[in-house]
């Protein structure tokens, strides 16, 4: 397995063999242990044809510069599957917080979000699975804190989202103020009480896997 558009490691399975990352700021992030990273982009990959039985990009599409030339990439050095760990923009968008404090975050998505069907199309055919969020997710990606909301308001962790971070705080600052006071009143809990005993949610995060 090779994990391509790595960042600093997150989710990469025993069987991975190598990670390719184009910044050397996330590679020297990588925990000690980790499989070595080779620093390049997904759209120009310098392994050999049919390098690894699978190739994996998670949460990382929508920051590529060529999508067309990465998924060829992807399929170039894999064997057997590919498979792409992405979010469907249509139902993110009714994420609570995207859709009640943070509008200003969807129009921002919406300009880089890749379609789930057009990653199939480039894919050649791929089926799709549905990954519910687990409550308690360790990593911090944008819904990862669906039934944490207070964690929203602490700036390292907004710092590590991307669709917040590029987006500004001055432009998050009304809808985190509101939240804010909400978690005070309580009426956020009012509101949303149906999430407070879920395990898992169902945010928009899809597998999208092609076997080869």
Do not use: K
Not at 61 to 89: K, M, Y
């Amino acid at each position: 397995m090779i994990n391509v558009g790595a960042g600093t490691g997150s989710y990469e399975p025993p069987q991975t063999v190598l990670a390719v990352e184009p910044s050397s700021v996330m590679i020297a992030q990588r925990p000690a242990g980790s499989v070595p990273a080779l620093q390049a982009s997904a759209e120009s990959i310098p392994l050999a044809d049919d390098s690894a039985d699978a190739t994996m990009a998670l949460l990382t599409v929508h920051h590529w510069t060529d999508l067309e030339a990465g998924i060829g990439e992807l399929l170039r050095i894999a064997r057997r599957r590919v498979v792409i760990f992405t979010w469907d923009q249509t139902i993110l968008r009714r994420f609570w917080l995207v859709d009640e404090y943070l509008p200003e975050v969807a129009a921002f998505d919406d300009t880089r979000a890749v379609a789930i069907d057009r990653l199939i199309a480039l894919l050649g055919g791929a089926r799709t699975e549905t990954a519910p969020i687990p409550h308690d997710c360790s990593d911090g990606f944008a819904a990862a804190f669906w039934r944490r909301p207070e964690a929203y308001l602490d700036p390292e962790v907004r710092e590590g989202i991307s669709m917040l971070a590029q987006t500004g705080e001055e432009a998050l600052r009304p809808g985190l103020a509101r939240l804010s006071d909400e978690l005070s009143s309580g009426l956020w809990h009012q509101r949303h009480a149906d999430l407070l005993n879920r395990e898992t949610l169902d945010i928009g995060y899809r597998l999208v896997i092609a076997d080869l």
